[in-house]
């Protein structure tokens, strides 16, 4: 074979492996379902930013704030009646207070609720704690006197649905007014929980359990996994967090994504990438607040688009 189409021969192959390569990169990522939304979010601006959160146009104003002496905060929730937030760790399990400028206010051990990944404010007082090894949610009371929690005063629901070892419930989202709490599954296979009847409100006799799920609205998460939601009752729609795929979502009533936030550095005035986000909560004005393993403290705010 002639030295120049030998050459052309090794050409085509490696063009070929490339084309390969980066067909089995953006498939493992989900580049190209990605690319395909950001084209769809970008034509249907005018449709949307009226009348959802439209997260393109939020912007950081803190940025990997180290939450000092905590390890593994696996969760974020708003409380407004304390006007602060709560998360969790899963290494020596507790329950923790913040400021809305993330400077550490309060740490309540956690005695038997296991591996501690989500915490979610019901009502005053109330909050749903996820334990995900053990597909379980513990409902607890805190106060400004509670210095600890034991999980064997709780009232629990364990959930069987699609359980898988260390891929259980990673996040929590409440509808305060339809009564509906959200969990979502992080993966094998990815899914999102819909949960009625449970935390059950005051002490009255007991109601009925209900647990639904939306293959076809899961279908449409194109993401790796999930780490958290977060539900916006103004709007009604529910945003959804991957830790893998370094972004957030929020999906509309009928479950599609209509827009979309990536912690990559260089977007929404993020200097580096979110290392592994794992917390989301939204407040009452509109703010975005994330956590980030081991220990990192985010806070967005929507600005007027330029």
């Known amino acids: 074979m002639p030295r120049r189409w030998l050459l052309r021969v090794v050409v085509l192959l490696v063009v070929l492996l490339l084309g390969l390569a980066a ?9 190209f379902e990605l690319g ?3 084209w ?17 146009d939020y912007r950081v104003e803190i940025e990997a704030l180290p939450l000092g002496g905590l390890e593994n905060v696996s ?37 038997g609720f296991g591996d501690t990944e989500a915490v979610e404010y019901i009502s005053p007082g109330i909050y749903v704690i996820s334990d995900e090894r053990r597909h379980r949610l513990f409902r607890v009371h805190v106060d400004a006197h509670t210095r600890w929690l034991d999980a064997a005063d709780s009232e629990q629901l364990t959930l069987d649905v699609g359980a898988s ?16 709490l959200f969990v979502a599954k992080e993966r094998k296979p990815l899914r999102i929980l819909l949960v009625e009847g449970f935390p059950q409100e005051g002490y009255g006799p ?13 279908r449409q998460l194109f993401v790796r996994d999930l780490s958290a939601l977060q539900f916006d009752p103004r709007s009604g729609h529910l945003l959804a967090l991957s830790d893998e795929s370094r972004l957030l979502l929020e999906l509309a009533v009928d479950g599609r994504p209509i827009s979309s936030l990536l912690l990559w550095p260089g977007l929404h005035g993020l200097q580096r990438s979110v290392p592994q986000p794992e917390g989301l909560a939204l407040d009452d004005q509109g703010v975005l607040y994330l956590v980030s393993e081991p220990n990192l403290f985010y806070r967005f705010r929507k600005v007027a688009p330029d």
């Open 75 to 111: 969760a974020l929730t708003f409380d407004p009646d304390r006007r602060s937030l709560f998360t969790v760790t899963n290494k020596n399990a507790e329950l923790i207070e913040l400021s809305l400028a993330g400077e550490v206010l309060r740490r309540i051990p956690l005695s």
């Open 165 to 180: 070892g260390n891929n259980g419930f990673e996040g929590l989202a409440y509808d305060a007014a339809g009564k509906r």
């Open 40 to 56: 769809q979010e970008w034509s249907s601006a005018a449709d949307w930013q009226a009348r959802s959160l439209w997260l393109p």
């Open 206 to 218: 007991p109601v009925e359990v209900s647990v639904q799920d939306d293959r076809l609205r899961d």
């Open 23 to 31: 067909g089995v990169v953006g498939q493992k990522w989900r580049l």
């Open 36 to 38: 395909w939304f950001k």
